[in-house]
C-alpha cells in the first residue's frame, strides 16, 4: 500500500511539476513579452514548476531503488532454496520456476552465481544443463530444512512509521523493547540485524510487515 501512494505521490508531483514549467515556458516564449516579462516566467518556473519535479523525481528514484533492493533479496532467497532442495544442483528450468523469471533472465542470473561460486555444469538424462554448487556451496547444500536459518536486516525505515515498526519487531523477533530501540536507532546510520539464526517462515513474516510499513528490509541466509 505504500509502494502505491509513494508512486501515485511521484506521479502527480511530477505531472504537476511538467504542467506548471511548459505554462511558465509558454509564457516566456510568447510574442510581444518584454524581457523582464520573460525574466518573471522563467523565476516562477524555478520557483513554482521545478519543486515538485525535482520531489517527484526523488520519490520515484527511490521507490525503484527499494523494489530492486527487493527484488534482488527475494531472488538470492529463492536461489539458496533451490540450491537446497536440489542438494547442490538446479536447471535453468528449476530456478525460472521457483523465481517466476523468464527462461533468459533466470539463466543470466544463473551465470552470474555460477561465475561468483565457481560452480560446474553437468547434463542430465532429458539434456538439460545443470548447475553444480556441490563443491562451491558444500555446507549449503547439506543442510536438511529445519537447518537453514536466516538473518533479517532492517536497512531504513520512515520516521513517521517508527512506532509501527518498533512493535511489530517486538511482536515477531526475540529483541527486548530497549533492543528494538537501539536496533532502530542504529538502522538510521548503518543496516542493523534486528533478527538472526531464524527459519524462513518467522524471517518473511518479519520483512513482509516491515514492507507493509514503509521500510526496507533484506534476508540473509546464513
Not at 538424462?125 to 538473518?151: I, K, M, R, S, W
Not at 548503518?190 to 534476508?219: D, H, K, M, W
Amino acid at each position: 500500500m505504500m509502494r502505491q501512494l509513494r508512486f501515485v505521490l511521484a506521479g502527480t508531483l511530477i505531472s504537476l511539476g511538467a504542467v506548471l514549467s511548459l505554462l511558465c515556458l509558454v509564457a516566456a516564449i510568447a510574442p510581444g513579452q518584454t524581457e523582464d516579462q520573460r525574466t518573471s516566467a522563467v523565476g516562477v518556473m524555478l520557483i513554482v514548476g521545478a519543486p515538485p519535479l525535482v520531489i517527484g523525481g526523488a520519490l520515484w528514484m527511490t521507490g525503484r531503488q527499494r523494489d530492486q533492493a527487493r527484488a534482488e533479496d527475494r531472488l538470492q532467497s529463492t536461489f539458496f532454496q533451490v540450491l537446497q532442495q536440489g542438494q547442490g544442483r538446479m536447471s535453468i528450468l528449476d530456478f525460472a520456476m521457483a523465481s517466476k523469471l523468464d527462461g533468459d533472465a533466470a539463466k543470466a542470473y544463473l551465470d552470474d552465481r555460477a561465475r561468483e561460486f565457481n560452480a560446474d555444469f553437468d547434463v542430465n538424462d532429458d539434456g538439460a544443463v545443470l548447475y553444480c554448487f556441490n563443491t562451491a556451496l558444500p555446507a549449503v547444500a547439506a543442510l536438511q530444512p529445519d537447518e537453514v536459518v536466516y538473518d533479517v536486516v532492517l536497512q531504513d525505515y520512515p520516521a513517521r512509521q517508527r512506532q509501527a515498526i518498533a512493535a511489530a519487531i517486538t511482536q515477531l523477533s526475540d529483541l527486548s523493547d530497549f533492543q528494538v530501540k537501539e536496533s532502530m536507532r542504529q538502522a538510521k546510520k548503518r543496516p542493523t540485524a534486528i533478527a538472526n539464526g531464524v527459519s524462513q517462515t518467522v524471517a518473511e513474516s518479519l520483512r513482509e510487515r516491515l514492507e507493509g510499513l514503509g521500510a526496507t528490509v533484506l534476508v540473509i541466509l546464513r
